[in-house]
């Protein structure tokens, strides 16, 4: 598998430890943010290949960013990851997807799902 320069944005900092730990071992750079807002900030400053977001996080939702990102950098790929709330998790799915995401991926996923996520996203 090549290597990527890649974003993690979730508000859970173990989840996002995890999905980071995960992509380093496959031989990723892994960067992080703990919300959309601050993940713009990164995207701004950083030449990346690969944005991971969660749908909802606190001060800017996934959504939100995918549609920055659509604007700003539309040749990066995105994948979105959503447990749902109180819309069921393939309502955000399909929202994300419309407004550009490449691979969506439910919660809970394993480090395979999401390595196979990166694939899938970066062959498109």
């Given at each position: 598998m090549a290597s990527h320069s890649i974003l993690v944005v979730d508000d859970e900092p173990d989840l996002r430890e995890l999905v980071?730990?995960?992509l380093e071992r496959a031989?990723?750079?892994v960067v992080t943010a703990e919300n959309g807002r601050k993940a713009g900030d990164v995207l701004a400053q950083q030449a990346l290949d690969l944005?991971?977001?969660?749908?909802?996080?606190?001060?800017?939702?996934?959504?939100?960013l995918i549609g920055e990102v659509r604007k700003k950098?539309?040749?990066?790929r995105?994948?979105?990851?959503?447990?749902g709330g109180q819309v069921?998790?393939?309502?955000?799915?399909?929202?994300?997807?419309?407004?550009?995401?490449?691979?969506?991926?439910?919660?809970?996923?394993?480090?395979?799902?999401?390595?196979d996520a990166v694939a899938a996203a970066m062959a498109v």
């Open positions: 980071q730990i995960t031989g990723h750079k944005v991971i977001t969660d749908v909802l996080m606190p001060e800017r939702d996934g959504i939100e950098y539309p040749h990066m995105i994948i979105v990851m959503t447990a069921p998790r393939g309502d955000y799915l399909l929202i994300a997807r419309r407004l550009g995401a490449h691979v969506p991926v439910e919660k809970p996923f394993t480090g395979q799902q999401i390595l």
